[in-house]
């Protein structure tokens, strides 16, 4: 690779669109050329129009950068989307149209079936799609891929090699998810202290839905979402970052306790074959002690980028019971859409 | 009832001790007699040998009070027991052996066949387990009685009415428990902030256990569990208090969803029907709000020894979810104990 | 006092509205006979306009009671406003123009000339300049009355019986300040939690100014400010509610350390010889204990209307150094204005 | 420099002896070679016998080495201590008497008259000092050098410049510490959460006397203290990591505001002139938001190294007021202790 690919990020001031210009200013593969925000931002330096919310400092490189309108004109060839939810479906088929490659956290079209809902580790194959969508849309370049909802990616990751070894027959899990997973300014600390808010909207049936999408197969242009059920119980705590998952499983096949973390352990995805910069080395942390992971301890393994499993025992209602943890907002939202492009990339399916 | 019964409280100082001793200083029935703790604290004001935990102040009647050693010599009819699990179990039988009632919010005693592990709701009938426990062990005035583990008391209590009318199979259930629970110092400050731990010592397996003992029939002398299995995930939250759980149920006979809220509130148990001084009204409370109940928020409900309930759904993998919250030291732990020793003196099984 | 005094709160759907409503739907004095919000709210049920933020559950009487626009055609003889900044200054006058009694908890008309700022423990003397205010604004029933800022009030009650005994010279303070004094939806949790922000808009400026106008004399129609230099730090911590500050003070004369506890336990101020519903007894609280007050231990003494104080000890720079503390939104705010108006009622200056 | 300096941690199982680990596990000019902790970790590996709390992952090398008595006798030239208080003295003793050279974070021999008390920015020539120690306590070789106070250093290095510039009179401070100040298991949650504890023991005597010996001159084989007086109002506040101070300074000269921060960025200390792998370029970080520095944005300046300052404004009490933040564990403990150590070798009195 001789020249970097430049790359634009669409709602660039927000909290998910932070974490992207974090991991994008100095990727060896990809030059950060263009930030966009709201009409109210254009026009400012980034280092003006945005409030840094991470505790890294913001890109040296970033600060004089100025915030472009939302528009498809902006000066690169792949965009990564953080827009908010009603915004992200139009505009993001608007840049598509305009032969952009879009790459986008939002969940607008995450459930079209001709846009693939990728982790690279699990559902390369289903980039396929991509072929599908230009046609039906008269797409000529441009394309749109999405990654799943932060909760939905570290509990898939950690069914995938199960689902490949003994098959998976249903799942009820229950998530703790930290605060930075409702942006900025997000949760209240009056609501946030001391306190558990067992709901978040429409967080449930995106974890029901979207592993069964993930783990399903392309078939005919489309996807045949995987046959079990995903019960979720979905739950705000007041921690940061960082996503804690109580899973129950029922196999479609037995599996001795200890074949489990073995599948975990014995899995080799593609993208840490093609040694993406972005993929972590493993892909999944399997921890032995009887009470890891944890959120503080566990969310910054593989920098962000790995999901953490463990506590294996048997379930007296299903079959396995375990614990999986991942970073929301890196893993969790801009890393895996940073890693789906990586992904596109060196498997030479971005023209530049 | 003319005079008040003498009772007091072994391990006063702990955390629960001084539960016990804030619902009991002014308590209408019962009068605080006597205060015991570790030997180190004998001899010394409860004022001076206290390190008092509770936002309510100490009760000033209680400061003077003399700490007592934990023998049973103190002058009392009842004792309740905040004793250390390992010291507990035979410092209680030396006390029921030498006459006095007791009421144990310790673990010691709750699987033994032919100790009531009581919840005066749901199995007030348990106490016919104290005639086998008197013959058993010889004693003649004394008796043990325990209730349960703070996580289960809220479960077990959503689950009465239900087993009542539909019958339960199965259940998946995961806590998010408040830091008290660990009692004091308990879980260090750099170990809860900012971070969900999914591991509490023995607290699964209790929770498997104790609702199957608490919904079983007394025959014989002793307790046949209800048949249905239940699988816990148990996690230490940063909250001060309160233990919230999400629950999965497969029920034995189906249900419409709006007959689960209906079993809850139709529900009429007999401490609320004898009037118990700490016996709340209604025993459990049935939230309909999209978001409750809350830890922070419902947490006091009934002053502290009420169950929330709330967020019915159905389930894909088993047939319902809801969300249970409760108080974790005062109905899951001195609050409880209490009310057991209220449903005995109203139905006249205490001599004074 | 045979019938009760009809009184309304205005922004009664706020943090502090909601208190001001718990603290008047049972009380002995007043009737809570309407509540005002923003003309959005106006029209809707209590209930259904109003997030309820307090762990005490909304009162029972107040669910039903239609929410009102804020205008002065409401029916009740006094108001209690909880608007909003901007809002506060023109609405409050036109209430009064009407005839309306105003206890305000608005900074607007707090440095008003001819509007008492009051604490009624500290210068009940400075009501007088009602008499003015009317004389100067052509009102002929109604009035304005403010009570202090949050941070303000503990401060200048621990400083009063100082500055009667030794005289105050001057004053270094830093605040620990809760997040409830944002209000609601105030600080964002992804701010608030495991940090420190050193800075508060307007909270350093108003507790450099508004104890010296406590503390001063009334002298011709206007308050002549005590003559002492306040410097304040200001900060948000985690933590709910209260509002802790260490003091530095430097005193005109003399004082033994053992005499700053004995003229604050020596205080007999004239709320609580009036015997006001919401005075605490005592006003002071005064702890010897070497790590108290602290804020979750003690916000809540005197049902949240004392301050507490304690950790005196010499200051090498200025005199003396101690620690004060106290419940923000109850004596900080929504209680100090009852208490005002009880005041004023116990000294037969409201007409009804 | 060809070969590195072999350099010992004595109890390296705590928060701070960790600290220390990741710090010298790749160092450039260090080799980690021997690790001691208490009789009872003594044999055990590393990775056994240390329960690590912090959130990057223990050094990898570190793992498998075993854990040593701490006695003399172990195979390195220089030793950090993070002994605890009582053990601290009569060790660091007997270690410098056999020819180690000390680095120590404990408090026991920071007031030693000829024991340096160092910050290597800001009294490097009390180096001096170690002569008069070894004629005095007849020692050949070895050596303690103390770095101060976790609270100390922050408040020293924002005084230092103005103390050269301006001349200090006095000083009024006021610390929110983080909760890692405290050690493993340090403070209960239960004592943390939601609250604010005005009181930690010995810390404002510290805190008062050490920024005085720093910044005094070295005369005739002892400190004479810098004449100006601290009063030091020190709490616990519920942060994980990170001591935010307030302070009020009065100058000896008068300042305009504007020069506080010009001497600030016109420090040119020492350690940043010799390029000390550990030394932050700039040593203070000048904020210009009116609301920096935060704890948690702040902390990690300078990879912890690094003093942020900011909101300075004039005092109507003293002269002017400002805020400054440091991260207590890294600059505030073993980081500082390892830039004490650089600091000699890069001056060559270390003999290998």
Not at 131 to 157: K, Y
Not at 249 to 260: C, M, Q
Request: charged share 20%; with cysteine; glycine share 8%.
């Amino acid at each position: 690779m001789q020249e970097k690919i430049r790359v634009g990020v669409l709602g660039a001031t927000g909290a998910v669109g932070q974490r992207f210009v974090e991991l994008l200013a100095d990727h060896p593969w990809f030059e950060l050329t263009a930030l966009t925000a709201s009409d109210a931002s254009a026009g400012r330096r980034y280092g003006d129009a945005c409030r840094w919310l991470l505790s890294s400092d913001m890109p040296p490189n970033m600060t004089d950068m100025p915030v472009r309108e939302t528009s498809p004109t902006i000066e690169c060839d792949l965009v990564f989307s953080a827009l908010p939810g009603g915004l992200a479906g139009p505009v993001e088929e608007e840049f598509a149209a305009a032969g952009y490659g879009v790459f986008s956290n939002a969940s607008a079209h995450r459930q079209d079936p001709d846009v693939p809902l990728l982790i690279p580790e699990v559902n390369p194959d289903h980039l396929s799609l991509i072929a599908t969508q230009r046609a039906r849309r008269g797409w000529e370049r441009g394309f749109i891929i999405t990654n799943p909802n932060c909760s939905a990616v570290m509990l898939t990751m950690a069914l995938a090699p199960l689902q490949d070894v003994f098959g998976v027959r249903s799942v009820v899990v229950n998530t703790m998810q930290g605060l930075s997973g409702a942006g900025y300014p997000g949760v209240p600390s009056l609501d946030a202290l001391d306190n558990v808010i067992p709901f978040i909207g429409g967080e449930e049936d995106k974890l029901a839905l979207e592993p069964c999408k993930m783990l399903g197969k392309v078939r005919d242009g489309g996807v045949e979402f995987a046959g079990f059920a995903i019960s979720a119980h979905c739950n705000r705590v007041p921690v940061r970052e960082g996503h804690l998952e109580t899973v129950s499983v029922a196999l479609e096949n037995p599996a001795e306790l200890e074949e489990i973390p073995a599948a975990w352990r014995d899995w080799r995805p593609l993208p840490q074959q093609l040694n993406l910069p972005t993929a972590p080395r493993p892909p999944l942390v399997v921890r032995t002690e009887p009470d890891r992971p944890q959120t503080r301890l566990d969310r910054d393994a593989g920098r962000g980028m790995a999901v953490s499993v463990g506590r294996v025992r048997s379930c007296d209602v299903l079959d396995i019971r375990f614990v999986v943890l991942g970073h929301n907002t890196i893993r969790g939202a801009a890393g895996a859409s940073v890693l789906n492009a990586e992904l596109m990339v060196a498997q030479e399916m971005i023209d530049t």
